[in-house]
């Protein structure tokens, strides 16, 4: 079964401050991957997502997450982090496999303070 | 477009009695799942269904949890009998599917509570 790892659990940091969290996958096949984000309080929301193609990929409100398949693993970044980023950051990865099969596996999160 | 929709948005009951979570997935949208998130365990997925038929439900954590979706509009998630442990927000999703490709669309969650 695959799997996925959020090295970081909590992360502080200043306002304008540079963000990578870390996320690795177990899984050798094809797959589809995405960031999720979670503000104080509210539902999951898609920040962005990689199927193929350009492994570079933008999300929206300035996040970018890097796809590197010999290392597993799709970081997310963002240059300059606000104080309205505080949130739950959540890594998932789809295994491709057959039609209408559903492998979905989140990570247990980054949660992701801003100071002011 | 509504998104998708869970009722109640808070429940607090005693253990021991049911409690029954609803969803409304988007229209169109053919993956519906049923998430469960805690502070130890995260987000553990318990089932999700395809066209109305239920696909993978090995997270649902033992027969007191059963999911059933009667119409491609409408799902329920039971607890019978509720237990202490079992608090927690439980998270509907729907998705258009396309092998896993289309993100999926969370509601607002129902925050369970069992004393």
């Known amino acids: 079964a695959q799997s996925v790892s959020q090295h970081n659990h909590h992360v502080i940091l200043s306002e304008a401050a540079s963000l990578e969290l870390g996320c690795n996958y177990s899984?050798?096949?094809?797959?589809?991957l995405f960031w999720y984000v979670q503000y104080p309080g509210q539902h999951l929301q898609l920040l962005l997502k990689?199927?193929?193609?350009?492994?570079l990929v933008k999300g929206i409100k300035g996040f970018e997450a890097e796809f590197i398949k010999s290392k597993f693993s799709f970081n997310l970044r963002k240059p300059s982090v606000q104080w309205s980023d505080t949130a739950e950051y959540f890594c998932?990865?789809?295994?491709?496999?057959?039609?209408?099969?559903?492998?979905?596996?989140f990570g247990k999160g980054t949660k992701l303070s801003v100071i002011p | 477009d509504a998104g998708v929709i869970q009722s109640p948005r808070h429940e607090v009951t005693e253990m021991g009695q049911e409690v029954t979570l609803r969803c409304k997935p988007i229209?169109?949208?053919?993956?519906l799942f049923w998430y469960r998130q805690t502070m130890m365990r995260g987000l553990e997925l318990l089932i999700y269904?395809?066209?109305?038929?239920?696909?993978?439900d090995s997270g649902m954590p033992e027969d007191r949890f059963s999911a059933k979706m009667p119409n491609a509009s409408f799902s329920t998630l039971k607890i019978q009998p509720s237990e202490p442990r079992d608090s927690a927000v439980y998270f509907c999703?729907?998705?258009?599917?396309?092998?896993?490709?289309?993100?999926?669309?969370f509601g607002n969650g129902t925050r369970l509570t069992v004393t």
């Open positions: 999703a729907s998705s258009s599917g396309d092998r896993g490709s289309s993100p999926l669309h």
């Open positions: 899984y050798g096949g094809t797959v589809n």
């Open positions: 998932a990865v789809n295994a491709v496999s057959g039609a209408g099969s559903y492998q979905l596996t």
């Open positions: 990689y199927f193929s193609g350009d492994p």
């Open positions: 269904f395809n066209n109305n038929v239920p696909i993978d």
């Open positions: 229209s169109g949208h053919d993956y």
